[in-house]
């Protein structure tokens, strides 16, 4: 039992080492030792699942020294997809290793490949690893979406939600808390891109969301640092498209453009508009700025019509001017005039 325990006990490191710089001389047996482990951890939590005492030690032991976000015993059961999503997003990983980690989802162990209760997560690991196996570093044909590799983090995530058995709520926070910084953000957009499962250039449904998007938007609108980083990290294109799917972001997006556009100040001697203050992540460029107004006034006409008229009611406060370098909203409304590809929106 004490060998058990100790075993348990070192599932931390390896998921701290699966998102380290040290898989960069892990060749294809050493990523499959990494997931063979993975899968005995995840026997165990099937074997031991309905005893009570001996879920309670697992836990406590797995709880044992831990520096990052709390483990228990459910974590065993849903090792593999750990692994997985903190190998996909190391960019340390090696071609080999990662081609073969991608084989691994196409082609689980045999005592996988049968039909069950787990069977979603299983064609939900195939999906994306088909989607990531014939050219890892392409995109997608329409700007507007995310590339592959978000796209299948997208799915293993969503897989791992399903298995969950708490509220959709509780379980995306808990789960999304193990992911790193700035990649949730992408992992998330790629996750409501897939549940919208709209054209990006079809205007917003009127239909409120539900299930999983609507708990992903509420986490995200909850909390004002989250939608500042989620909107801040991502492009103008991927955002445009996901306010043309879910209109209640509209408004916090276009508070936080104005926000960031307010900060701007006018540089005479250089003719251009820059961060009035010390630069940070949380500010926008001019030319950033510009793109992302661009991005809704070439997109569905809800979005179009929003963001011109925030442009016009705060280039009215600002006093109207039609003068460069007075009012950073009269000048983004008179770049985007003189603008031939975004003439057809602007008529």
């Not at 910084?181 to 239909?207: D, F, K, W």
């Not at 539900?210 to 992903?216: E, K």
């Not at 209109?247 to 997006?253: D, E, I, K, M, V």
Request: hydrophobic share 40%; with cysteine; charged share 20%.
């Amino acid at each position: 039992m004490e060998t058990l325990l100790w075993q348990v006990e070192q599932l931390p490191g390896l998921l701290a080492v699966s998102r380290s710089g040290q898989v960069r001389d892990w060749d294809p047996p050493a990523l499959d030792r990494a997931l063979q482990w993975g899968r005995y951890f995840q026997h165990l939590h099937g074997r031991f699942r309905a005893q009570p005492r001996l879920r309670a030690a697992l836990g406590q032991r797995l709880r044992r020294g831990q520096q990052g976000p709390p483990l228990g015993f459910p974590h065993l059961g849903r090792c593999p997809e750990l692994l997985g999503l903190s190998l996909l997003g190391n960019r340390s990983l090696p071609p080999a290793a990662c081609h073969r980690l991608l084989r691994s989802f196409l082609l689980p162990p045999g005592d996988q490949a049968t039909a069950g209760p787990c069977s979603l997560g299983l064609l939900a690991r195939r999906k994306a690893a088909v989607h990531l196996l014939p050219t890892p570093s392409s995109v997608l044909a329409r700007p507007e979406e995310l590339g592959p590799q978000l796209r299948a983090e997208a799915q293993l995530l969503l897989s791992r939600l399903e298995e969950e058995e708490e509220e959709e709520e509780q379980a995306l926070g808990r789960v999304l808390e193990q992911l790193p910084g700035p990649r949730v953000y992408q992992v998330l957009a790629a996750l409501l891109l897939e549940q919208a499962g709209a054209n990006p250039g079809e205007e917003a449904s009127c239909r409120e969301p539900a299930g999983l998007a609507a708990a992903v938007l509420f986490w995200l609108l909850g909390n004002s640092g989250r939608l500042s980083a989620f909107c801040r990290l991502l492009p103008g294109s991927i955002l445009a498209a996901l306010t043309a799917r879910y209109p209640q972001l509209g408004s916090p997006y276009l508070q936080l453009l104005t926000d960031w556009g307010s900060r701007l100040s006018y540089n005479p001697l250089c003719g251009q508009w820059a961060n009035s203050c010390c630069p940070s992540e949380d500010q926008l460029s001019w030319e950033e700025l510009r793109e992302r107004f661009s991005c809704f006034v070439r997109g569905p006409t809800p979005l179009r019509e929003a963001a011109l008229s925030a442009l016009k009611k705060l280039k009215t406060l600002d006093g109207d001017f039609e003068v460069c370098g007075l009012s950073v909203w009269s000048d983004l409304l008179l770049e985007m005039q003189a603008d031939t590809s975004l003439k057809k929106g602007l008529d």
